[in-house]
């Protein structure tokens, strides 16, 4: 039986006045997978994940979340679509005036009705799964770079979501906190069976985490498939992407 | 051929002036609207739950409370000088007994409401702007509504809502430290009679001029805390962008603060 549709992107067009971002695309994340979205820096990529968790409506299209198209959705009925996500942001987006506890258990005070002590031991048992122990009373000020990624990602796994979007997830990282991150996507996705969209355009990340690669360039997805079919991939844009990377690197 | 090489540069710097008004126009009328929709919206999530009671507490102390002394201080010296002013001028006629009536009726209907706004702008609404301004610059709104959070709900209606509490209470405040401030000018410095000033202040002051202070306080509060929202929550461009926008916020909350004084005095008389 062939895997289901957790989002699918029909037809998906966006222009921010005379600029069309976006120019009719089609993608299908299938339940449990990690779809990667690479592409050059101002191809659209955040643009098309905000159209995913309803923080864009697009001039036309449809966006569907396990079936439902969230396109026409008012605030209120979003923000039940929402508690299906968790996402990761490029900077993490912590707040910066909430402890690391207080930071990862904000969705459990918002949508549940859970005591403190249980709210603890939740949110420690998150903070284990992206590897942190004892920093629950410090302030993201006090944390680095790759440790504020992974609070933020404790953060956006909390509520057991079923889908995790992580945009731009090792931009701006060390080559060992980078690997880190890499691994976190996939322990995630192997401990938490999450299905999973990354935005990037770190190549090397895009191809150790990636079930499905979908390229994006001009607005349009050129070339979607398994990483290792688009290694050899024959589109001019896609080409030119990955070929200074790869001489460099083998 | 003096004049005939001035003539372009003259109708290009006329059209670039009123390339700048438009665009200031256009700028005021923009913001106006957006202000306006954004109050509706804030009306709108007021009222629908989660009412979020610590949340709102926690801004009634820091816009109430934390402005409380920088008020009373304002209030106290600006009672004393229009006291010395004023008693400096009544001396002439010998009508040293109208300078109570005169600060309290400068103070309660226009100087209260508007100083305690201004302060309360420079003190409050500008942390809030920066704030919201900082939140926003970095994600944080778009990560509260991720996580099906209501931004305006959980950030703005509190804030909000203590600006137009906060500010009447702050003015009354100002009301009596004014007073005060004015009768020590007047009884202790400048030998004013005490019964004179209490009697007189009490035979010109009526509850309707108190009441008139207070509802500018309400409006004043609810434009300033408005106008700081806006501006942080629609912030853009990093660091620069949030300085931008807070200088703005403070620019247009002191004149929206002027402008208001005008109109809302003519329609409440």
């Known amino acids: ?21 976006l120019k009719g695309i089609d993608l299908v994340v299938e339940e449990g997978s990690t779809v990667v ?41 979003l923000e039940v679509v929402r508690r299906k996500f968790g996402m990761v942001f490029q900077a993490a987006a912590l707040f910066d005036s909430m402890t690391v506890f207080e930071n990862v258990s904000f969705p459990l ?4 009705r859970m005591s403190e002590a249980q709210m603890r031991e939740v949110v420690r048992q998150k903070l284990d799964i992206v590897g942190l122990h004892q920093v629950e009373a410090q302030y993201p000020a006090d944390l680095s770079g790759g440790m504020r990624k992974r609070v933020g990602l404790a953060r956006a796994i909390v509520l057991d979501p079923k889908i995790v979007l992580y945009d731009e997830p090792t931009t701006g990282l060390d080559p060992i906190t980078t690997e880190y991150v890499d691994d976190m996507i996939l322990e995630a ?15 090397a990340s895009s191809f150790k985490v990636a079930d499905k690669i979908a ?28 070929h200074s990377w790869f001489e460099k690197n083998e | 051929m003096a004049n005939g090489a001035d003539a372009p540069g003259q109708r290009s710097a006329l059209a670039q002036g009123f390339g700048d008004l438009s665009k200031l126009v256009v700028g005021a009328v923009s913001d106006l609207g957006g202000v306006a929709t954004l109050g ?14 610590a949340s709102f507490f926690s801004q009634l102390d ?24 004023s008693a400096r001028a009544f001396e002439l006629f010998n009508a040293e007994s109208m300078v109570g009536p005169t600060v309290a009726l400068t103070v309660t209907r226009e100087l209260a409401p508007v100083f305690t706004a201004l302060m309360v702008t420079m003190r409050a609404c500008s942390a809030m702007c920066t704030e919201l301004g900082t939140m926003r610059v970095t994600e944080q709104v778009d990560a509260l509504e991720t996580m099906a959070v209501n931004p305006i709900q959980y950030l703005l209606v509190p804030r909000v809502l203590a600006g137009l509490i906060m500010v009447p209470v702050l003015t009354l405040i100002f009301d009596l430290c004014g007073l005060g401030g004015g009768y020590f000018v007047s009884v202790v410095v400048k030998n004013v009679s005490a019964g004179t000033f209490i009697a007189r202040t009490q035979q010109w002051l009526d509850p309707e001029d108190i009441v008139e202070g207070l509802i500018k306080g309400a409006v004043f509060g609810l434009t300033i805390a408005l106008i700081a929202c806006y501006k942080g929550y629609n912030a853009s461009g990093g660091a620069k962008g949030v300085g931008q926008a807070t200088t703005q916020a ?19 008389h």
């Open chain 1, 109 to 112: 005070r918002e949508h549940t």
């Open chain 1, 215 to 242: 390229f994006l360039s001009g607005g349009h997805i050129v070339e979607q498939g398994p990483p290792a079919r688009l290694r050899n991939a024959q589109h001019p844009a896609l080409k030119q992407f990955l």
């Open chain 1, 1 to 21: 039986m062939a895997p289901r549709a957790m989002i699918e992107v029909v037809g998906l067009h966006k222009r921010f006045g005379e600029h069309e971002v």
């Open chain 2, 40 to 53: 509706a919206q804030v009306v709108r999530w007021a009222a629908r739950p989660p009412y979020r009671v």
């Open chain 2, 250 to 268: 403070m620019v247009q909350s002191a004149l929206g603060i002027f402008i208001l004084d005008y109109f809302v005095g003519v329609l409440l």
């Open chain 1, 189 to 203: 996705k192997a401990k938490l069976g999450v299905t999973s969209v990354v935005i990037s355009h770190d190549i």
């Open chain 1, 37 to 77: 979205i690479l592409g050059g820096s101002g191809s659209g990529k955040t643009v098309l994940m905000k159209h995913m968790i309803g923080l864009l409506k697009p001039d036309l299209g449809q966006v569907l979340v396990e079936g439902e198209d969230i396109v026409p959705l008012g605030a209120a009925e």
């Open chain 2, 62 to 85: 820091f816009v109430g409370v934390g402005s409380t002394f920088i008020v009373c201080l304002t209030g106290t010296f600006t009672g004393m000088v229009f006291a010395h002013q």
